[in-house]
């Protein structure tokens, strides 16, 4: 992980989990992967580094 930012507290981290949640509802189903894609590139741009965003994506993939 990118390890040149703070990183976010247990209450953030479930504060953000609460978000993406009620987003993946609001979503729907049909719409939910289309959703993620979306903010996906929406953090990437944010993050401005594609190779930071690579390591998340590995990250992410391990252990599902």
């Known amino acids: 992980m990118d390890t040149n930012r703070a990183a976010l507290t247990i209450s953030g981290l479930e504060t953000v989990y609460d978000t993406l949640a009620t987003a993946i509802d609001a979503a729907g189903e049909d719409k939910c992967e289309l959703f993620l894609v979306k903010l996906a590139l929406l953090n990437a741009?944010?993050?401005g580094d594609p190779a930071v965003f690579e390591r998340h994506v590995r990250?992410?993939?391990k252990d599902l």
């Open 45 to 47: 741009d944010a993050l």
């Open 59 to 61: 990250a992410a993939l």
